[in-house]
């Protein structure tokens, strides 16, 4: 059965400061892998996806994620934290191309002045 | 182009009641994916419908929970009996259709229907 683990549910770092949010994956079959932002009370908006092309994925609001499969991985990452990137961020897989979603447990990021 | 909509946006229902959710997908979009995310945790997936059909129900429970996507109308969730434990926040995405052997599409959500049973 497929999962999403991410490492740690509360992220804090500081306004400018490096982010980065894990995720690891288990999959037998080559995996589709999303990360989604969800903002308090709102429904979920689609930061970046791997779909089997390039594995570096650039998405919105600077925001890139890298699929490395040695590693089963695909952590996100931003260079400089926005106070607007507080939120809760969820990593998402569907394996062999299904619709159906496998959602993590999510990483609630806060962002210190 | 209106995004996913739902309603209603809050839902208070007493224990044996019965909750209905609607979900009105992005137009062009036949696909609509229910998701259920308790407190403090992650979205679970429900079911997957087109039109008239439903195309995935494993993460349905077994009893109580239904739901329909009419040829006419939004999608409906449909909890009978609601009990405490159904309190959560129940997402709604849609998608157009898949192509066969391609990646998935992305999903559109909406805003949720935040469910409260007391």
């Known amino acids: 059965a497929q999962s999403v683990t991410q490492l740690g549910s509360h992220v804090s770092v500081s306004e400018g400061a490096l982010v980065l949010l894990r995720c690891n994956y288990s999959?037998?079959?080559?995996?589709?892998l999303f990360w989604y932002v969800q903002y308090p009370n709102q429904g979920l908006q689609l930061l970046l996806k791997?779909?089997?092309?390039?594995?570096l994925v650039k998405g919105i609001n600077g925001f890139e994620a890298e699929f490395k499969k040695s590693e089963t991985s695909f952590h996100l990452t931003k260079p400089s934290a926005h106070m607007s990137d507080a939120a809760e961020y969820f990593c998402?897989?569907?394996?062999?191309?299904?619709?159906?979603?496998?959602f993590g447990q999510g990483t609630r990021l806060t962002i210190n002045p | 182009n209106a995004g996913v909509m739902q309603n209603p946006r809050h839902l208070v229902r007493r224990r044996g009641q019965e909750a209905r959710l609607r979900c009105s997908p992005m137009?062009?979009?036949?696909?609509v994916y229910w998701y259920r995310q308790l407190p403090e945790e992650g979205l679970k997936f429900m079911v997957y419908?087109?039109?008239?059909?439903?195309?995935?129900e494993s993460g349905m429970p077994k009893e109580r929970f239904s739901a329909e996507f009419p040829k006419e109308g939004p999608s409906i969730l449909r909890i009978q009996q609601v009990v405490r434990g159904d309190s959560a926040a129940y997402f709604c995405?849609?998608?157009?259709?898949?192509?066969?052997?391609?990646?998935?599409?992305?999903?559109?959500f909406g805003p949720g229907t935040r469910l409260t049973v007391l």
């Open positions: 995405a849609s998608s157009p259709p898949k192509l066969a052997g391609g990646p998935p599409n992305e999903q559109f």
């Open positions: 999959s037998s079959v080559p995996p589709y």
């Open positions: 791997y779909t089997s092309a390039a594995t």
């Open positions: 998402a897989v569907s394996m062999g191309g299904a619709q159906k979603l496998v």
């Open positions: 137009k062009g979009h036949s696909h």
């Open positions: 419908l087109q039109k008239e059909n439903i195309i995935d």
